[in-house]
T-cell receptor
Framework: DSGVTQTPKHLITATGQRVTLRCSPRSGDLSVYWYQQSLDQGLQFLIQYYNGEERAKGNILERFSAQQFPDLHSELNLSSLELGDSALYFC??????????FGPGTRLTVL | AQSVSQHNHHVILSEAASLELGCNYSYGGTVNLFWYVQYPGQHLQLLLKYFSGDPLVKGIKGFEAEFIKSKFSFNLRKPSVQWSDTAEYFCAVNAYGTASKLTFGTGTRLQVTL
């Protein structure tokens, strides 16, 4: 158990819908990262927050957005979902300059 | 831009065989290096990491990796694999001393047969 929690574990939804994935970092970690794992793209960095502020953006689609709240938990919002958005979404957390620890992931299936 | 190459996509070994998985990276600066393991249906777990110092690092479950700066490599080794090592192994890199994003290799699927 890494100490990073993610909910829900599984999410099944239809094309065009919007979903929210939630992540709680390890106690004391200020950085939260979101990654997408799919068969064709592998593990891709989406976005990073540090202490409530967006710090870095990767290959994140405009239909996707994220935020980090004052209690440091983070949410990833995915809208206008397409079949190709089906993937595992991982959250990781770290302290500055330290190792990233990953949560159990949310498996999103878009039908 | 950073990139990571894992040349072995699928490796099949018998129990007790020795393992070496290759990882090469490309980055114009000093890096942190990681190996993560993903057991079937589970999340990524840290096996070992290299930030600085001794280039031979030991991790959990008997794994070790050697950083060779001149070859931009960070190969993972284990002298004797077990059936329970069946998993996918990912090499990753980020910029040294930063909390920056990880760039992952495509992963190596290891299958250990009895």
């Amino acid at each position: 158990d890494s100490g990073v929690t993610q909910t829900p574990k599984h999410l099944i939804t239809a094309t065009g819908q919007r979903v929210t994935l939630r992540c709680s970092p390890r106690s004391g970690d200020l950085s939260v990262y979101w990654y997408q794992q799919s068969l064709d793209q592998g593990l891709q960095f989406l976005i990073q927050y540090y202490n409530g502020e967006e710090r870095a953006k990767g290959n994140i689609l405009e239909r996707f957005s994220a935020q980090q709240f004052p209690d440091l938990h983070s949410e990833l919002n995915l809208s206008s979902l397409e079949l190709g958005d089906s993937a595992l979404y991982f959250c990781a957390s770290s302290n500055l300059g330290d190792t990233q620890y990953f949560g159990p992931g949310t498996r999103l299936t878009v039908l | 831009a950073q990139s990571v190459s894992q040349h072995n996509h699928h490796v099949i070994l018998s129990e007790a065989a020795s393992l070496e998985l290759g990882c090469n990276y490309s980055y114009g600066g000093t890096v942190n290096l990681f190996w993560y393991v993903q057991y079937p249906g589970q999340h990524l777990q840290l096996l070992l990491k290299y930030f600085s110092g001794d280039p031979l690092v030991k991790g959990i479950k008997g794994f070790e990796a050697e950083f060779i700066k001149s070859k931009f490599s960070f190969n993972l080794r284990k002298p004797s694999v077990q059936w329970s090592d069946t998993a996918e192994y990912f090499c990753a890199v980020n910029a040294y001393g930063t909390a920056s994003k990880l760039t992952f290799g495509t992963g190596t699927r290891l299958q250990v047969t009895l």
